[in-house]
């Protein structure tokens, strides 16, 4: 996996590494079930449709966190417009910038 780049609207902590992608296929509501606010379940992010385990990272995506807003959805649109607010799997308006840094997630 790449390593990520910062949104430009988040902290000056470092940029979160993604581990290695789920195999296992997830609905969104699948998905929002692991959104850090459990924490005894693991935190879950999809880039581009794609899920990660980012439990290491609890501090960063877990309650409280500047990347909480992430945990538990698709935050492809969010983080390639570095977006905290507009948190959505939907990047088929995205110009070329955005996707490039999308890209650099994932």
Do not use: C
């Not at 296929?25 to 959104?35: G, I, M, N, V």
């Not at 390639?80 to 955005?98: K, N, P, R, W």
């Amino acid at each position: 996996s790449k390593m990520s780049r910062l949104p430009p609207n988040a902290s000056n902590e470092p940029a979160p590494k993604l581990a290695e992608p789920k195999d296992t296929p997830f609905t969104s509501a699948q998905l929002a079930e692991y959104d850090g606010t459990d924490s005894d379940r693991p935190i879950y992010v999809a880039v581009k449709g794609t899920v990660f385990d980012v439990t290491g990272k609890r501090p960063l995506y877990g309650v409280g966190g500047s990347y909480h807003v992430f945990a538990g959805k698709d935050a492809s649109k969010g983080l390639a417009t570095g977006s905290m607010t507009d948190v959505t799997g939907d990047y088929s308006f995205l110009d070329e910038s955005q996707l490039k840094t999308l890209d650099d997630w994932y």
